[in-house]
């Protein structure tokens, strides 16, 4: 469950660092500065940034629980749709040219959350449901459990 935890590790960390602290913490103004086009109110990106931090919550239980050597099922498949779903969103995102004329510094901040997103699903995938040492290891649990 080793590869698990460092997905699951990176996840928590891009999230908290990409995601979490700046949709909470930066005014308007410094995410402009970045490039990013911002709504108006900035409160449904605040909200979005709680959304994340809450997905963060269960992340973490599920690292926990693989740490102890429990296979994170539930932190699994909500890591494979919301990653999976972004990194589908974004890629049509990108074809669509939407990021075009963002500043340069947000169009490289974009293209990086699909490479990540991506990834993590790839890892998550790997890792988790398509693992078979984690099926034969459920096997023996379930075997010892009857």
């Known amino acids: 469950m080793r590869g698990l935890i460092h997905v699951l590790t990176f996840k ?23 490039g990013f086009d911002v709504p108006q109110p900035i409160l449904f990106l605040r909200m979005l940034g709680m959304a994340y931090a809450a997905l963060i919550v269960g992340y973490a239980f599920g690292l926990r629980d693989a740490k102890r050597g429990i296979y994170p099922a539930q932190a699994v498949w909500v ?19 939407t990021w075009a004329h963002w500043g340069a510094m947000a169009q ?21 449901p398509f693992d078979l040492r984690i099926d034969i290891e459920l096997s023996k649990k379930y075997a010892e459990f009857l």
């Open 12 to 34: 928590i960390v891009f999230t908290i660092v990409g995601a979490c602290v700046p949709l909470l913490l930066l005014p308007a103004s410094a995410l402009q500065w970045i």
């Open 79 to 97: 890591g494979i749709f919301s990653n999976g779903g972004a990194a589908l969103i974004l890629s049509f995102a990108a074809l669509n040219g």
């Open 108 to 128: 490289m901040l974009m293209w990086g959350s699909l490479i990540s997103l991506t990834g993590i699903t790839a890892g998550l995938i790997s890792f988790g």
